[in-house]
């Protein structure tokens, strides 16, 4: 089946510091990735999209200085959260297009815990 | 606007009773449906996608439905391993974003 996977899975820093989390399609090339956020009993939230070798777009209310966003290549793309603070501790899901045209495969997402 | 909502939000089962969960959906231009799995701390896994009204597609115990205006995911005799929050999601035409429903979360005890 098409696997993505992310890495770290979970991740504790302090408030003030960047993180980076890595997200690779691993028996597919990644056309487009997709980057979601999900808080506790909710569901998904788009924070933004991706395509290889192109600027990020953002979903509204999403700061893009603070979630950077770089797709370098098919299989790998990285969500940089910098300056975390607190509020920005969440469940961090990416998912990857273009094995099927439509369909988005999940990584097993990333939980970030800012102090 | 585009939605999607999902009924019921909980949905607790003695294992072998059968029931369906509803995704209801208004998109400007259908381009698929899908349904998602999730279990606790993990990301959303892969079921199903469908394209236009009249589909179905099935999985062991799942079964998915798809009208011009929802969706059903019935469950067939379900096990304790099929509890997990089952999202449902559109792609419309104009777009390659998902927009997810909130999750019906299924328990199923012995």
């Known amino acids: 089946g098409a696997v993505v996977s992310q890495h770290p899975s979970w991740v504790i820093c302090k408030s003030g510091t960047s993180v980076k989390i890595e997200c690779r399609s691993l028996d597919f090339q990644a056309t487009t990735m997709f980057w979601y956020r999900q808080f506790p009993k909710q569901s998904l939230m788009l924070m933004a999209t991706?395509?290889?070798?192109?600027?990020?777009?953002?979903e509204q209310g999403v700061e893009k200085d603070k979630f950077l966003i770089n797709h370098a290549s098919l299989t790998l793309s990285t969500l940089t959260v910098t300056s975390a603070h607190p509020e920005d501790s969440s469940f961090y899901i990416c998912s990857g297009g273009g094995r099927h045209p439509d369909t988005q495969y999940f990584g097993p997402g990333t939980r970030l815990t800012v102090l | 606007e585009d939605q999607v909502t999902q009924s019921p939000e909980a949905l607790r089962l003695q294992e072998g009773e059968s029931s369906s969960l509803n995704c209801s959906y208004t998109v400007s231009g259908l381009r698929g449906l899908f349904w998602y799995r999730q279990d606790p701390g993990k990301g959303p896994e892969f079921l199903f996608t469908?394209?236009?009204a009249g589909e179905e597609k099935e999985k062991e115990r799942l079964k998915a439905t798809l009208t011009k205006k929802e969706s059903f995911l019935h469950i067939t005799a379900p096990k304790p391993e099929d509890s997990a929050t089952y999202l449902c999601a559109v792609q419309a035409s104009w777009a390659d974003k998902l927009i997810f429903g909130t999750g019906t979360r299924l328990q199923v005890f012995p």
């Open positions: 469908l394209y236009s």
């Open positions: 991706s395509n290889e070798g192109s600027k990020a777009t953002y």
